[in-house]
Structures are given as structure tokens and as C-alpha cells.
């Protein structure tokens, strides 16, 4: 599987704008890139997916760099609610029932009042 | 709507002891999930299921653990006997149409086991 690397932490003040950077050099013609976070004592959260364009929610932006060798979340004015684990993952397109979701580390990130 | 439902969420225990861990699906989902995260070893897939059948068990750690699904509504996880290793959150997920990659899981909130 193609894996992804993140930084290990990051802070933001609230109502500011966060980028959260996921790099993934070795990503194949057929992986989405998924965002999932997860909030203290809580299970993982869907935030947003994308193979190719630029991808916005209600949640979140997430702007996919030309060569897909790298993605960035935007969070556009981050809560203290938005403090969390931001987890970048790779889905195989094809493969059925293979494709799992796997979990790396994650980013944590902390908001500041 | 509901989200997934997990039961309990505190379980304490000491070793040896059969443990059964519950989970709701959201209705009409048609896959399950069965997630242990630790500090360790962070977020790990046991086992999934589609249409109620096991389909990927190979997360499953050993013989200790046993997951069924015996209708589209509800789903558990045993550990027998319990090991303090095994202490860890556990959380369960669904899905719809998982044969399609863009489809999220969707996890309940999880049960925090500790074995004594």
C-alpha cells in the first residue's frame, strides 16, 4: 500500500486558517485520498475525499497538488472544537472488498483560543 | 439518524474473564468493521464483515478472539479468556458499498476495555 507521512503535531489560534500538509510521493493513478480525524474519546470522523480536483464540504477544503504527490486539508477558520487528529489515507479505486482504511499516526492538532 | 451504537463504553475486568463487546450498525449499511487502537500500535482492523459474513478475519490477533454477526443489525466482539495485553479501545464502524472506494466508514464512539 502507498503510504502517507504527516507531520506529527501542529498548532493554530482560533478562527485562523489551518493547513494540515499530507505527503504521498508514491500514490498510484488509483488512490483517493481520504481525510479522517478523530476528537478525544470519540471514534474516527469522515472529513473529505479526493482523487484528482479540489474537493470542498461544509467541514473542510482539500486542495490536491497537480502531481498528486501531495494533498492539504484546509480547515478555513479552526475551533477549538476542530483540536483533533487528522488522519491522510490512501484507498485503493479498485479491489473490492481489499481496500481497507489504514490508520497512520496522524496529525495532532492543537487550537489555541 | 443514529450512528453507529457501541455497548458498553467502559468495560472493566479481570484476567481471564469472557468479555463481549455489542455493536449497532447504522441501518442499511451492509458492512461492519471491528477496530482495536492502543497507544502502541495505534488504529488496527480485526475483522470486517459484508452482508453478515466474515470476509477478512486476518487482524483477528489469535484464537482469543471471535467476532459474529448474526443479522444485519447487530454484531459482537468475545475475547476468551482476557489478557491484560488486550486492553486497548475498541470501536466498530459500517459502511455502505465498501466495493466502492468513496464510500466513508462511519464509527461509533467505542469501548474502552481494561483488563486487570
Known amino acids: 500500500d502507498a503510504k502517507t507521512t504527516q507531520p506529527n503535531s501542529m498548532e493554530s489560534n482560533e478562527e485562523e486558517p489551518v493547513h494540515l500538509p499530507c505527503n504521498h510521493s508514491t500514490i498510484s493513478g488509483t488512490d483517493y485520498i481520504h481525510w479522517y480525524r478523530q476528537l478525544p474519546s470519540q471514534g474516527p470522523e469522515y472529513v473529505i475525499h479526493?482523487?484528482?480536483s479540489n474537493v470542498n464540504n461544509r467541514m473542510a477544503s482539500l486542495a490536491i497538488a497537480e502531481d498528486r504527490k501531495s494533498s492539504t486539508l484546509i480547515l478555513h477558520r479552526a475551533t477549538l472544537r476542530d483540536a483533533a487528529v487528522y488522519y491522510c489515507?490512501?484507498?485503493?479505486?479498485?479491489?473490492?472488498?481489499?481496500?481497507?482504511?489504514?490508520f497512520g499516526t496522524g496529525t495532532l492538532l492543537a487550537v489555541q483560543p | 439518524d443514529a450512528g453507529v451504537i457501541q455497548s458498553p463504553r467502559h468495560e472493566v475486568t479481570e484476567m481471564g474473564q469472557e468479555v463481549t463487546l455489542r455493536c449497532k450498525p447504522i441501518?442499511?449499511?451492509?458492512?461492519l468493521f471491528w477496530y482495536r487502537q492502543t497507544m502502541m500500535r495505534g488504529l488496527e482492523l480485526l475483522i470486517y464483515f459484508n452482508n453478515n459474513v466474515p470476509i477478512d478475519d486476518s487482524g483477528m490477533p489469535e484464537d482469543r478472539f471471535s467476532a459474529k454477526m448474526p443479522n444485519a443489525s447487530f454484531s459482537t466482539l468475545k475475547i476468551q479468556p482476557s489478557e491484560p495485553r488486550d486492553s486497548a479501545v475498541y470501536f466498530c464502524a459500517s459502511s455502505s458499498r465498501t466495493g466502492s472506494s468513496d464510500q466513508p466508514q462511519h464509527f461509533g464512539d467505542g469501548t474502552r476495555l481494561s483488563i486487570l
Open positions: 479526493g482523487l484528482t
Open positions: 489515507i490512501l484507498r485503493e479505486i479498485y479491489g473490492g472488498a481489499t481496500n481497507k482504511l489504514i
Open positions: 441501518s442499511g449499511h451492509d458492512y
